[in-house]
């Protein structure tokens, strides 16, 4: 029997790249094929991920492979090695720019990491998580016709929000006072010190707002720059809540809780906690990166983006468009969901994509994968 090998550098909880392979492999399972998931860096048990190491060991020449692109991979030249049917999801690499100040040793890695994009013309078939990264990787793979790229936002059921219960996180938090949100790991493309100092900018104005930042911090330095941030900001971060991790309920609190979702984040290949705003029906304030732009037009509800510098004139801009949220009257949560990010992130693409795989072994060309940006 064909086995559908799904290999991620890191599988690991809370992480995006992580939770989405091992959603592929389990999706294909339901789907009827047989699929193994592999990684180098794991949190979790042989049973459910087995070490990178066994791949060669386990691979069959009637075998395809489902390869998850998102960092520096050293098996990756191996893997293209094998003379097999190989498929790629590209979920984007973070610029190396942005680690060059705060990681030196990071920086190497993610810089290693675009070298490695040239090597995606190998596959047999290429998937991404929006057209800003299908348009990245065209630039390193000029042959790559771009509609032949699938799009496949990364979420595996974006409704599966309403079978979760809800509950409410460590915070000290006045019901009649209105919160910000912020999900996303501390990572220096997330601009969170940005962040800070707008939400200070816009308490200066509108001293009743509360922030609260949910993400795992990933480079020390850049830890020390919000810690220096936070010290600064005087009275307003009284009202920052600050979370490394919470779980899924939690979240779901936090969401439920919130008035809007800021995020100033430059560097994007998808950005998840968007889509999870516009499900929630929170109004989105952020930076107008180009993933974040894409996902806002094609599933979005009440959204501003902005490419304002002037923290100063962005406050003013954020509470602009708060009040005019304020005078929309909110309905409850279950008869508000927006439709149109539901239909994008539903999971039949997923779905459309995965069976186009499984297809795949039974034919000579890639069934089913009419997905193009």
């Known amino acids: 029997m064909t086995v559908i090998r799904v290999v991620a550098r890191d599988i690991r909880e809370h992480d995006a790249v992580g939770r989405f392979a091992l959603h592929t492999a389990r999706r294909l399972n339901e789907l009827g094929a047989r699929a193994v998931c592999y990684a180098e860096n794991t949190v979790f048990p042989d049973s459910l991920v087995r070490p990178i190491q066994r791949l060669a060991v386990d691979l069959a020449p009637q075998d395809q492979i489902l390869f998850h692109f998102s960092t ?5 030249e191996e893997i293209l090695s094998y003379p097999l049917r190989k498929h790629c999801y590209v979920h984007n690499i973070t610029d190396p720019a942005y680690f060059r100040e705060w990681n030196p040793s990071e920086y190497e890695n993610v810089l290693l990491g675009y070298g490695q994009f040239r090597l995606l013309s190998g596959f047999d078939s290429l998937a991404a998580n929006s057209m800003f990264t299908a348009d990245v990787v065209k630039e390193h793979v000029p042959s790559e016709s771009k509609t032949g790229i699938a799009l496949v936002p990364p979420i595996p059921d974006i409704r599966s929000w309403k079978n979760m219960t809800s509950q409410q996180p460590a915070i000290n938090l006045n019901p009649a006072e209105p919160l910000l949100l912020f999900v996303g790991r501390r990572a220096p493309n997330k601009n969170i010190s940005r962040l800070l100092k707008v939400v200070a900018l816009l308490q200066e104005r509108q001293p009743q707002f509360n922030l609260a930042f949910v993400g795992r911090p990933v480079v020390e330095a850049y ?11 005087g009275s307003a971060k009284q009202k920052w809540h600050v979370f490394n991790e919470v779980s899924d309920a ?8 919130a008035y809007a979702f800021v995020t100033f984040s430059t560097h994007e290949g998808f950005c998840i906690p968007v889509a999870d705003a516009f499900y929630f029906d929170l109004p989105v304030y952020g930076y107008a990166q180009p993933a974040v732009s894409e996902l806002c037009v094609r599933a979005g509800g009440n959204y501003r983006l902005t490419r304002q510098e002037d923290d100063g004139l962005v406050a003013r801009d954020l509470d602009a468009f708060l009040e005019r949220h304020a005078e929309i009257e909110r309905k409850p949560f279950i008869s508000n969901v927006p439709q149109r990010v539901e239909e994008y992130c539903n999971g ?16 000579s060309r890639l069934a089913g994968m009419d997905l193009d940006i």
Do not use: H, M
């Not at 520096?72 to 990756?76: A, E």
């Not at 830890?223 to 900001?233: H, N």
């Not at 939690?250 to 809780?257: A, G, S, T, V």
């Open 250 to 257: 939690e979240l779901r609190w936090l969401y439920e809780r």
């Open 72 to 76: 520096f991979d050293p098996v990756l």
């Open 223 to 233: 830890e020390e720059d919000i810690r220096s941030t936070i010290a600064s900001s």
């Open 348 to 363: 039949n693409r997923v779905d459309r994509w995965l069976s186009g795989i499984i297809s795949c072994g039974k034919n």
